[in-house]
């Protein structure tokens, strides 16, 4: 029979040379990735029956991205995330990412190897989920996401100057989800401006009013696009990839198409202002 495929990700090479030899001598074959761009790399090029990956590595992404390619790519693999620190968050993740099991790194290295082994032999539990589209994602996902994004938005120093309710400072974000869950579901080719929205514009006169400067409203759409952006690396197991690249640039161009709609109101509004009565 073939070796089994053990695919290691972890960016300590003392822990990567001993957990190769050590494989190695119990018949398996592996490959060893020192970070997360190089791990999808190869699981992009090879296939594998097992990936142990470290969660916590240098970089914007972890062993969950990790784990998150390979259940998209090779649902059949076996999943087991390697960590120093067995906090439920993580667990909760993982268990979100699908997961087999979280490893928590051992002392004795032979110790890992054995563990590692009993889980090889009771194989995976994977069962792959329900795909869904980004726009399905963000329509069910809008009130959470609304909460993150008016979270951020209260500790940052300069919006939070502005003395608003949730409702006056969130008022507009419902309508904005809805106009963008529509314009992802329309699937115009990439370049094509949506409708206008009346929303946007009545948002920019009474960000204004309000007492918001052009660069706060800059700001706090910033805020908005990093929020879903959070959302959708939430739901990443689920993600429907064959078009997401083209969604994320679709979602983008939305909310920056509904900023210059608002700034356009806010700025004609401040030019009208300095006009002789």
């Known amino acids: 029979m073939a070796a089994v495929k053990i695919l290691l990700v972890d960016d300590d090479e003392m822990l990567n040379t001993i957990m190769r030899s050590l494989l190695e001598r119990e018949g398996f074959d592996i490959t060893v990735a020192c970070n997360v761009r190089e791990a999808l790399k190869l699981i992009g090029s090879e296939r594998y029956d097992v990936l142990l990956s470290d969660l916590h590595m240098p970089g914007a992404a972890d062993g969950l991205t990790v784990i998150s390619a390979m259940r998209h790519l090779n649902p059949k693999a076996i999943a087991v995330l390697l960590t120093s620190f067995p906090e ?58 609304i909460e993150d994004w008016l979270l951020e938005v209260q500790l940052d120093r300069k919006l939070s100057l502005v003395p608003l309710t949730p409702e006056q400072r969130c008022g507009h974000l419902p309508q904005l989800f809805r106009d963008l869950v529509a314009r992802l579901r329309a699937a115009l080719p990439l370049g094509s401006k949506g409708p206008l929205s009346p929303f946007a514009a009545n948002h920019g006169s009474t960000r204004r009013q309000q007492g918001y400067s052009a660069a706060m409203m800059v700001e ?58």
Do not use: H, W
């Not at 009771?122 to 963000?138: F, N």
């Not at 879903?228 to 983008?252: E, G, H, P, Y």
């Not at 109101?265 to 009208?272: A, H, W």
């Open 88 to 145: 439920m968050d993580v667990a909760a993740q993982a268990i979100l990412r699908q997961a087999d099991e979280i490893m928590v790194k051992r002392t004795d290295p032979t110790e890992m190897v054995e563990a590692i082994k009993r889980r090889i032999a009771s194989g995976t539990t994977y069962s792959q989920p329900k795909v869904e589209s980004v726009a399905a994602i963000l329509e069910r996902a809008a009130p959470s996401c």
């Open 220 to 277: 706090e759409s910033r805020i908005l696009q990093v929020c879903i952006f959070n959302t959708l690396q939430k739901n990443f197991a689920t993600i429907d990839f064959s078009v997401l690249l083209i969604q994320v640039m679709t979602i983008a161009d939305e909310v920056d198409s509904q900023l210059r709609q608002a700034m356009e109101c806010y700025v004609e509004e401040s030019i009208l202002d300095t006009l002789p009565a």
